[in-house]
């Protein structure tokens, strides 16, 4: 079980632990809140009951049963791909996002993955800048991918290797 504590931003300090069914309805509000078409309570429910989906949520500390953010991925064999990741808007900047990917790192770390794929909006400058500290690196797009007010936006594919399991 991974537990990270983290950051204190004006007195709000984080925990990042994994996942469980009894989160989806926060992670379901937190993606109405900060996607477009945002997935349902019912397609995270399906998502994690999926053996090869895993995920971390990231909780203010002293607010059990409360979420902050959080990260799904997939792992099948060696090769791994961010699903959705999300932050409450309100602590969003705040180190958040990056902690559940430090997490998401070490957890295929342990497993031994390769790679790690995720797909971002080539608006989202912040998400980009975070995925590019992480090291990942651009290795193709989808043209108008995700729909936007005013009109389509690309999906830039990025790629952060993990190296080769001994």
């Not at 993606?31 to 349902?40: G, I, K, L, Y």
């Not at 958040?96 to 989202?124: I, P, T």
């Not at 389509?152 to 990025?158: E, K, Q, T």
């Amino acid at each position: 079980m991974i537990s990270l504590s983290f950051g204190s931003f004006g007195r709000r300090n984080f925990t990042v632990e994994p996942l469980a069914a009894s989160d989806c309805t926060h992670l379901h509000h937190i993606h109405t809140q900060t996607f477009r078409h945002p997935w349902s309570e019912e397609d995270f429910h399906a998502l994690i009951g999926q053996d090869t989906v895993f995920g971390f949520v990231a909780r203010e500390e002293g607010q059990p049963g409360s979420a902050a953010g959080f990260v799904l991925a997939r792992l099948v064999l060696d090769e791994a791909e961010i699903l959705t990741i999300a932050v409450s808007p309100d602590v969003q900047r705040k180190g958040v996002g990056h902690a559940l990917m430090d997490a998401v790192l070490r957890h295929l770390h342990g497993e031994r993955a390769r790679s790690l794929f995720l797909e971002v909006d080539q608006a989202n400058v912040a998400a980009q800048a975070l995925y590019r500290r992480l090291g990942f690196v651009k290795v193709g797009d989808r043209p108008a991918y995700y729909q936007t007010e005013g009109g389509r936006s690309a999906a830039l594919i990025l790629r952060r290797d993990l190296g080769s399991p001994a």
